[in-house]
């Protein structure tokens, strides 16, 4: 049983490009959560949403677009990728005020 | 604001020896703190957690953590080490927001 999914694992592609990654919990938990860990393996979040209204909203380019169409999916699009975008990407989830549980990541990497 | 330090980006330790991988946090409010574990190319696990209650907590595979709210401290210890524990060990906090603050982690090598 995977309690939260990514698609897909790995990701490369070149600067410019528009990818999505997606994220599903199978726990019923209301709230969902971006992270970014870059290369130096520091993590920080990026969005949070909870029962599909986002919550919190951290500084991050406006090229990055999460869209949670139900409380168990939380997806996020990022428009004319950089270098810099370059990371492995997080997804997480909690009942409200909860312990977090994290997905297996995607990593991506921008040529 | 928060904010947690890992001094120890690395701690290189033998097999069965003890470990004490330290964490302080900064907080003007109440803190939930945690320790998560990312194995290499791995996503993060929860290690363990202090969310109020006994304020020594202790993992199903040895690792325990005490929470002294006079020191801002919340360090990881095993008192003998595997070869697999080697990993990354990420320390965080979080307060009155679900947002996570993490410390920039610290790998965990054990050698034979």
């Known amino acids: 049983d995977t309690a939260v999914s990514q698609t897909p694992k790995y990701l490369v592609t070149q600067m410019g490009n528009d990818k999505s990654i997606k994220c599903e919990q199978n726990l019923g938990h209301d709230t969902m959560y971006w992270y970014k860990q870059d290369s130096k393996k520091f993590l920080k979040i990026m969005f949070s949403?909870?029962?599909?209204?986002?919550?919190i909203n951290e500084t991050v380019p406006n090229r990055f677009s999460p869209k949670s169409p139900d409380k168990a999916h939380l997806n996020l699009h990022i428009n004319s990728l950089e270098l810099g975008d370059s990371a492995v990407y997080f997804c997480?989830?909690?009942?409200?005020?909860?312990?977090?549980?994290f997905g297996p990541g995607t990593r991506l990497l921008v040529l | 604001a928060q904010s947690v330090t890992q001094l120890d980006s690395q701690v290189p330790v033998f097999e069965e020896a003890p470990v004490e991988l330290r964490c302080n946090y900064s907080s003007s409010v109440s803190v939930y703190l945690f320790w998560y574990v990312q194995y290499p190319n791995q996503g993060l696990q929860l290690l363990l957690k202090?969310?109020?209650?006994?304020?020594l907590v202790e993992s199903i595979n040895g690792f325990e953590a005490e929470f002294n709210k006079s020191q801002t401290s919340f360090h990881l210890r095993k008192p003998s080490v595997h070869i697999s524990d080697t990993a990354e060990y990420f320390c965080a906090v979080s307060g009155n927001t679900d947002k996570l603050i993490f410390g920039t982690g610290t790998r965990l090598q054990v050698f034979p």
């Open positions: 202090y969310l109020s209650g006994s304020t």
């Open positions: 997480a989830s909690s009942p409200t005020g909860e312990t977090q549980y």
């Open positions: 949403y909870n029962n599909k209204e986002l919550i």
